[in-house]
């Protein structure tokens, strides 16, 4: 039996690198989000979200608009950031009117430099939806709970996937896009996920059924990992092996949140469900 290529095994060698990294990056995150709420710091998450956009904006660029990358990354970023400031002042309907118009903003840009208009239009749709998602998630009632839900079930899906998978082995899950990723990985995520969203239904103060919670988890596990396929088959079309090399150890940001950008939406449309009465 031959075995796989070396670039498509896991190095175990930056395992070390790869755990520092989230230990600075995990405690800032759910820093902005926990304290967001205090006096004065009202706006600390939305800076957070902003240097996110920006980064990101400069990775989508840099990816998808070899000529023109600094330009189309702009226009990203101001198209991204309009909507998660108007969903920031609670203007939802306005929100969701700032991506669409940037998304067609953005397109004219690239035109402009000789990039392709549907990638820089993708890319403020792609980027806009969970920012936009996430913002309104933690402005909502117990939105300081139901963000660290969103962090909690996507965390355990994907570190799941992957103790799981590399315990197993066994099928690959999609071979074409994402050699790494296995059947029991996709399983053993799912299973973390649903029992993590069971978790904080049962042990954190959110008002939610641990039946809900279960579901939501497994719900959002599966966007998590679709999340993190769709970002391979991404970066398969535009030749890239990473986003970027922003984060030791894991590439690029967007190497970082791609489950996460899925799961977002998942847990706000779980949010807004609850909201009108579903799951208490």
């Given at each position: 039996?031959?075995?796989?290529?070396?670039?498509?095994?896991?190095?175990?060698?930056?395992?070390?690198?790869?755990?520092?990294?989230?230990?600075?990056?995990?405690?800032?995150?759910?820093g902005a989000v926990w304290f967001a709420d205090l006096p004065g710091?009202?706006?600390?998450?939305?800076?957070?979200?902003?240097?996110?956009?920006?980064?990101?904006?400069?990775?989508?660029?840099?990816?998808?608009?070899?000529?023109?990358?600094?330009?189309?990354?702009?226009?990203?970023?101001?198209?991204?950031?309009?909507?998660?400031?108007?969903?920031?002042?609670?203007?939802?309907?306005?929100?969701?009117?700032?991506?669409?118009?940037?998304?067609?903003?953005?397109?004219?840009?690239?035109?402009?430099?000789?990039?392709?208009?549907?990638?820089?239009?993708?890319?403020?749709?792609?980027?806009?939806?969970?920012?936009?998602?996430?913002?309104?998630?933690?402005?909502?009632?117990?939105?300081?709970?139901?963000?660290?839900?969103?962090?909690?079930?996507?965390?355990?899906?994907?570190?799941?996937?992957?103790?799981?998978?590399?315990?197993?082995?066994?099928?690959?899950?999609?071979?074409?896009?994402?050699?790494?990723?296995?059947?029991?990985?996709?399983?053993?995520?799912?299973?973390?996920?649903?029992?993590?969203?069971?978790?904080?239904?049962?042990?954190?103060?959110?008002?939610?059924?641990?039946?809900?919670?279960?579901?939501?988890?497994?719900?959002?596990?599966?966007?998590?990992?679709?999340?993190?396929?769709?970002?391979?088959?991404?970066?398969?079309?535009?030749?890239?092996?990473?986003?970027?090399?922003?984060?030791?150890?894991?590439?690029?940001?967007?190497?970082?949140?791609?489950?996460?950008?899925?799961?977002?939406?998942?847990?706000?449309?779980?949010?807004?469900?609850?909201?009108?009465?579903?799951?208490?």
């Open positions: 039996m031959t075995s796989l290529p070396p670039a498509r095994r896991f190095d175990w060698s930056n395992l070390g690198v790869r755990v520092a990294s989230a230990v600075v990056l995990v405690p800032a995150v759910l710091l009202r706006w600390m998450f939305l800076v957070l979200v902003a240097v996110a956009v920006a980064l990101l904006a400069i990775e989508w660029g840099a990816m998808t608009a070899p000529y023109a990358p600094v330009r189309v990354s702009t226009a990203l970023t101001v198209a991204v950031l309009a909507g998660a400031f108007l969903a920031f002042q609670h203007h939802m309907v306005l929100a969701w009117a700032a991506v669409a118009l940037g998304a067609a903003a953005a397109a004219l840009v690239a035109r402009g430099v000789a990039e392709r208009p549907a990638n820089a239009a993708f890319g403020v749709i792609y980027l806009a939806i969970p920012v936009v998602c996430l913002v309104w998630l933690r402005g909502m009632p117990e939105g300081r709970q139901w963000t660290v839900l969103l962090f909690v079930v996507a965390w355990a899906a994907d570190i799941a996937a992957f103790a799981v998978g590399s315990a197993l082995k066994g099928p690959k899950l999609w071979p074409r896009f994402s050699p790494n990723k296995t059947w029991s990985g996709f399983f053993g995520g799912l299973a973390a996920a649903a029992g993590a969203g069971a978790a904080m239904a049962a042990f954190s103060a959110i008002v939610l059924s641990v039946q809900a919670g279960a579901l939501i988890g497994l719900i959002a596990g599966l966007a998590t990992m679709a999340g993190d396929l769709w970002e391979s088959m991404l970066k398969r079309r535009f030749g890239v092996k990473d986003s970027g090399d922003l984060i030791p150890g894991h590439g690029g940001l967007l190497d970082r949140v791609d489950g996460l950008m899925f799961a977002v939406v998942v847990l706000a449309l779980a949010r807004l469900i609850n909201h009108w009465g579903w799951a208490h």
